[in-house]
Each structure stands twice: as C-alpha cells, then as structure tokens.
C-alpha cells in the first residue's frame, strides 16, 4: 500500500566500516544496510524472523534533563550506528535505516509525537522496528508508534518489557526520562485497557516505596537485579510471553553493570550480568512476538573505549538474529 514520507528530522546518513570484500561472506552491518523506502511494504507472509528491520533514530536528551540526570544521550543514535557498521552481518533479513527524529529547545512532546507516527508506519508496512535512543523518554516515543499500529489498534495483547534498573514511574509535573511507563499506563487506561507491563533488573535501593508502590497499584510484574540468574530470569520472560500477542521490548543501558555499560545516565553498582541480558532477547526474539524494540540511555559522552555503545550494537545484533 502506498505511504507518505516519514516525519524525520535528519535522513539516513552513510554507514561506514571495515572493507574485507564485496562478497556475500565479507558481508558487514555497513554494507547491508539501506536507506528505508517509505513506498515499499515487506510481504504479509513473511515469519517474524525475516521481517525487514528498519532503524530509527531518536536524538533526545530533553527527558534526561528534565528528570535532573546527565545529559548527553542525544548523540547516542550515531554512536550505537557507528558501533553496528564493523560488526559481521549474519543476519537472514534486511535491515533498512530511516534517519533520525530530533528533539531541539526541550521540545519533547513534538518529538515522542513525530516518532511514534514514523514507528506506526513502519510497523504498518510489515516491519520490525528498532528505535534508537535518546534517553528513556524514548520509550513513550516507541509506545505511542506501537499503540497506533494496527495490530495492537485490531485487539492483539500488548506486553511491555523493560530490561531496567528502574521502575520510570515517576508522578512530575512534566514529561521526563523517568516517566514514560506511568504516561503508558495512563494512555493505556484512557483506551480502555490495562498496561501489561514487567521489568527485569530492578535495583530496590534506587526505586522509593512511593515507586514500588504505584508498581504494586499498576500490577507492574519485576524482578529485582539480585535475583537475577539465568533461570529464574528465562522462567520470568517465559511467564509474561504467555500472557500477550505481541511485545515491545525496552533496553535501558543501566540495567547492565557499570563495568560493563559505564556510559549510561546513571551508572548501576550492581547491575545484572551481560549473559543474562543477552539470554533475554534471544529468548524474545525466538518467541515470534517481538514488534518492536528500542535501547535507550546510551551517553557517549561518558562512554570508556565504546564499551557501553558497543554492548548496544551486540545486543541489537542479537535480537534481529
């Protein structure tokens, strides 16, 4: 079906990265990614497995600044692209890049908006989505464009899955970083539905009783970090798989140790361990109901050797694997 231009602020730019050879085993990232068009649908029949993947990006820091954190996750878009572009390309479906949409003057709203219209796009075309953040207010961003997709529009259960350190329900005054998942329930509730919402990798010592309390009013289901190994964490994904049709998958950056991610908002004492993260989206991405997925609170500007930008390649290398 026909569609219109997408709303993006800056259009795919040139991926770059190590030339071994044109040919098909030489394959990287950089040589296999292509400009999104908006004219062309993937094909209905496809498995979920080789839908064509299109990035977006999602330059924002406004919701890191409002929420008092250290801003920088603005440049977060070009440092995960730039940390993709080397990485051998396995994977057994296209992947398209659709530029960026950037928030300028603290003009978040504007931004989550053009987002969302540009994700329920893509998502309409047959796609798997990937956004890019921008700090973790990029996550209303993805919820608006997965809200107005057909899919969850036609009755499909939505779950959302957020690989945090932080619960981000936060009552403020204004839209921030620490937000985004009382703004869903909210939108959620207005449409007449309850948000289907669960969180791997909560730090208690950094979430207040008044957060866990609005998790337990919100039937927010969570596992604290501590309490997360290999099996208890495949036995928690596994349970809330089953209770939805199709899945947004949410990577804030923090959830990972510091060592490990030292280029985050707000750095994690303990964390939960890479192996574990990893072991989670392969086991999303098995699932079949991965629609749509974003990795947020990358700031390169704090990043040690692109350790952090890098985890976020790796792990979006698997979960389009």
């Not at 219109?4 to 085993?25: M, S």
């Not at 040589?31 to 299109?54: K, M, N």
């Not at 798997?128 to 107005?148: I, N, R, W």
Request: glycine share 8%; with cysteine; net charge negative.
């Amino acid at each position: 079906m026909p569609h219109t231009a997408l709303t993006v602020d800056i259009p795919p730019l040139t991926w770059r990265g190590r030339f071994d050879g044109d040919a098909a085993e030489h394959r990287r990232w950089w040589q296999a990614v292509t400009p999104y068009r908006h004219e062309t649908a993937a094909p209905q029949s496809l498995e979920p497995g080789r839908r064509p993947a299109v990035i977006l990006g999602f330059s924002s820091d406004a919701g890191v600044l409002r929420n008092k954190g250290r801003v920088g996750a603005a440049a977060a878009p070009a440092a995960i692209r730039a940390a993709l572009g080397p990485l051998a390309f396995h994977l057994p479906r296209e992947v398209f890049d659709a530029g960026d949409v950037t928030v300028k003057d603290n003009a978040l709203e504007a931004g989550q908006a053009r987002a969302g219209l540009a994700v329920s796009e893509m998502l309409d075309a047959g796609n798997l989505t990937v956004l890019l953040g921008g700090g973790h207010e990029t996550a209303f961003a993805s919820y608006l464009g997965v809200a107005g997709s057909e899919a969850v529009r036609g009755g499909k259960r939505l779950g959302v899955l957020n690989l945090d350190a932080h619960f981000d329900l936060r009552e403020a005054p204004e839209p921030s970083s620490g937000t985004p998942f009382l703004q869903m329930a909210r939108a959620e509730e207005a449409a007449e539905r309850a948000l289907n919402y669960a969180v791997v990798g909560i730090s208690e010592p950094n979430n207040t009783r008044a957060l866990f309390k609005t998790a337990d009013r919100l039937g927010v289901k969570y596992l604290l970090d501590e309490d997360c190994t290999a099996e208890a964490t495949r036995q928690f994904v596994a349970d809330f798989l089953d209770t939805v049709d199709v899945l947004y998958l949410t990577i804030d950056l923090d959830v990972l140790p510091a060592a490990v991610a030292p280029g985050v908002s707000a750095p994690a004492a303990f964390g939960v361990p890479l192996p574990v993260i990893s072991s989670v989206c392969r086991q999303v991405a098995a699932s079949g109901k991965l629609l749509h997925l974003d990795v947020a609170e990358l700031n390169p500007k704090f990043d040690i050797d692109q350790r952090t930008a890098k985890v976020a390649a790796r792990l979006v290398n698997t979960l389009l694997g």
